[in-house]
């Protein structure tokens, strides 16, 4: 899965649009390993989080930067992964396509990122941009930050 942007995936667009192409990995923690294959990306973070906490047991948790940004507002056509869905199905308007969103992708990553933290006593921090589409997030953020470009306090106060 892949998307063009031209504004970093942020809250305050650019002046200049950028050209970037975008791979967005599945962070579902449920897609099984393909034969042959290395594990998946969630589940492959998940392992990595719990090695690292088992080498460095002075760590307070897992700190995820930007996570808003990994699949969050992409949708994923890809028939494949339906079977890791653990939520609603929609649709895409323009092609008329059954999709998974990816913010439930990453909503159940986090999830059981903190499952496995918890009873370590660790935490899961999250950077996550502060738009509607990427709320849920903080539902499954033990500790969420928002690195945002608003000026406007108002709004900003409405966000948090």
Known sequence: MFSIR????S???PTTPLKLLRFCLNPSPYLRRAEGAELPPGPRSIENYLSMIERIPALDGAY????????TRELDYRR???????HSFTYDPESKRVVAPGKHYTYDFLHELGEALHPLGRWVFTNI?????TFLLYAVSDVPGIESSITNHERFAYIR
């Open 6 to 9: 031209t504004d970093l995936s």
């Open 11 to 13: 809250d305050v667009k």
């Open 64 to 71: 995820i930067d930007s996570v808003s940004a990994w699949a």
């Open 80 to 86: 494949e992964h339906f079977y890791c869905v653990r």
């Open 129 to 133: 941009h502060n738009t509607m589409d």
